[in-house]
C-alpha cells in the first residue's frame, strides 16, 4: 500500500459517509409514522445503514482509478470484505432486535404464508450469509475462483435488491413518494456501478485487445506472458503496479484475474509483461496460452509504485512476491538509476529462484545487491537460511533506515513480520509499501 494523497482520501472517506447516513437521516424528513420505543426505531435505522452499505459495495471494486490511488486496489480489496462483514452484522441485527422487543413478529420467518415484505427480507439476508460464507470459506469449500465470481456478484444483486424491496413494501419511513424515489434512485446508482464494470469498460477494452508474443518459462514453476498492443498505443504503466487480464473469452467475462507487470515501465510500444507462478485454477493454464493468442488487460492499478525521495531502495520479496520488484529493478535499471538497491530474496530452494540468471545479469546495469534467503537451501550454502526476518534486514540494511523506500510482497507473516520492524526502526509509514494479492 502507497500511503499518499491524504486530502483525496479524506475527501473520499467522507464521501463514503455521506452516501451511508445522508439516506438515513432523509427518512426523518416529512411524512414519519407513529412514534415507536427506541429498540425498534434502532433496529430500522441499521438496517437502513447496511442497505447502503451493501450498495456502495459495489463502488469499491469498480476500479475507479482516482478512487484507488490513495491507498491502492489490494487496500480497497480488503477494506470491501471488512465492510461487508460490518454490513451483514447491521442487516442480520435488524431483525434480531426486532424480534426480541416484538416477539410476535417471528411468525413472518413462516416463508410460505408470510408477507412478500417479509420474503425480501428473508431472501436478503439468506444471500448477504450465503455470499459471506463462500467468500471466507471459499478454499476450505474447494470453489474455483470463476465460480465463486460468478456466485459472488448474482448473491450482491440479490441482496441488495431483495432488500429494497423489503424496505419499500414496508414503507414505514417511505410514504413519500420522493423518498421511495430517493431509495430507488440509489439502488440504479448502486446496480449501474456494476453495470460500469461488467459493461461500459468491457465495451473500451474490447476495442483495445493485445496479443501475446512470447510465452516465456521461467524458474520457480512460472511463465512469463509477453503482450503487446493490438492496433492501439496500450497503455503507460508505473513499476509495481498490476492490471487484470482476461485469456479465455471476451472482455465481457465475469471473471478477470490480477497479476503484476513484471516488465520494464521504459519498454517501447505498449509491451506489457505478467510472469505467473503456477498455483492452481486459471494460473495451471498459463503455460499453454498460445502465441498469437488475443488477450484483454485491464490496467494499470495499484499505488505500489516508486517515487518517493529516497538514498535507496529496499526491496523484500517472498515467492511469486517477486513479480513486482522485477518491473520495479528492470525500469530502474532503464532510467540509468544509479541509486543503490537492495533486494532480499525469500524463496524455497536454490533452483526455484524465479529470475535469478536476470539477476546476475542486471547487477551490472544497477547498484544492485541481492540476497537470497532460502528455506531449504544445498548443503554447501553459505547464505541466510530460512525465512526474511528482522535480523536479516539489520544485517543487509544499512542505517540511517528512515531514509530509504522500501517495498513489501511475499507471504503475508513475512508481510506483517517487515511492517512491524520498520515501524520498530522508525520508518515513517509514507516510506513503505506493501502488496497483498487476495483479490478474493
Not at 548443503?379 to 517495498?407: K, M, N, Q, S
Amino acid at each position: 500500500m502507497r500511503r499518499s494523497h491524504p486530502s483525496r482520501a479524506t475527501a473520499w472517506v467522507a464521501g463514503y459517509l455521506v452516501f451511508v447516513l445522508a439516506p438515513l437521516f432523509a427518512l426523518l424528513i416529512g411524512t414519519v409514522g407513529p412514534a415507536r420505543d427506541f429498540w425498534t426505531e434502532f433496529s430500522a435505522a441499521i438496517g437502513y445503514a447496511g442497505l447502503a452499505m451493501m450498495g456502495l459495495q459495489f463502488g469499491l471494486t469498480a476500479r475507479f482509478r482516482r478512487v484507488t490511488e490513495p491507498w491502492g486496489e489490494d487496500v480497497l480489496y480488503h477494506l470491501h470484505r471488512q465492510l461487508s462483514l460490518v454490513a451483514v452484522a447491521l442487516v442480520i441485527a435488524h431483525p434480531v432486535i426486532l424480534f426480541i422487543v416484538r416477539p410476535n413478529l417471528i411468525g413472518l420467518l413462516t416463508f410460505v404464508d408470510a408477507p412478500w415484505r417479509a420474503r425480501f427480507a428473508v431472501l436478503s439476508v439468506v444471500s448477504l450469509l450465503v455470499l459471506v460464507m463462500t467468500s471466507l470459506w471459499r478454499a476450505r469449500l474447494r470453489m474455483r475462483y470463476e465460480t465463486w465470481h460468478h456466485l459472488h456478484v448474482v448473491l450482491a444483486v440479490a441482496a441488495v435488491v431483495t432488500g429494497l424491496a423489503h424496505m419499500v413494501s414496508w414503507g414505514f419511513y417511505l410514504a413519500d413518494p420522493w423518498k421511495r424515489a430517493l431509495w430507488i434512485s440509489l439502488t440504479v446508482f448502486w446496480i449501474g456501478l456494476l453495470a460500469y464494470v461488467r459493461i461500459v469498460r468491457p465495451l473500451f477494452m474490447l476495442r483495445r485487445p493485445y496479443t501475446v508474443t512470447q510465452v516465456r518459462a521461467e524458474r520457480g514453476d512460472t511463465t512469463t506472458l509477453v503482450m503487446e498492443p493490438d492496433g492501439h498505443d496500450g497503455f503507460h504503466f508505473e513499476p509495481g503496479q498490476f492490471g487484470w487480464l482476461t485469456v479465455w473469452g471476451g472482455p465481457f467475462r465475469i471473471t478477470g484475474h490480477p497479476f503484476s507487470f513484471s516488465g520494464s515501465a521504459e519498454a517501447g510500444e505498449g509491451s506489457v509483461e505478467m510472469s505467473i507462478r503456477r498455483l492452481g485454477d486459471f494460473t495451471a493454464t498459463v503455460g499453454t496460452i498460445p502465441v498469437g493468442k488475443r488477450v484483454y488487460v485491464d490496467g494499470p492499478y495499484g499505488a505500489f509504485t516508486i517515487g518517493n525521495p529516497a538514498d535507496m531502495h529496499i526491496l523484500i520479496a517472498g515467492g511469486v512476491g517477486i513479480t513486482p520488484m522485477m518491473s520495479i529493478i528492470r525500469t530502474l535499471a532503464d532510467r540509468h538509476d544509479n541509486r543503490p538497491v537492495i533486494l532480499l530474496y525469500g524463496a524455497t530452494d536454490w533452483e526455484s529462484i524465479t529470475f535469478r540468471e536476470e539477476l546476475d545479469k542486471i547487477a551490472g546495469r544497477l547498484a544492485l545487491t541481492t540476497v537470497y534467503v532460502l528455506t531449504d537451501p544445498p548443503a554447501d550454502w553459505t547464505g541466510e537460511r530460512g525465512f526474511i526476518t528482522a535480523d536479516i534486514l539489520r544485517r543487509h540494511v544499512p542505517p540511517p533506515y528512515d531514509e530509504h523506500e522500501y517495498f513489501i510482497c511475499g507471504p503475508p507473516p513475512m508481510m506483517d513480520s517487515m511492517e512491524t520492524t520498520l515501524s520498530t526502526l522508525g520508518v515513517p509509514m509514507s516510506k513503505y509499501h506493501s502488496e497483498r494479492y487476495n483479490f478474493a
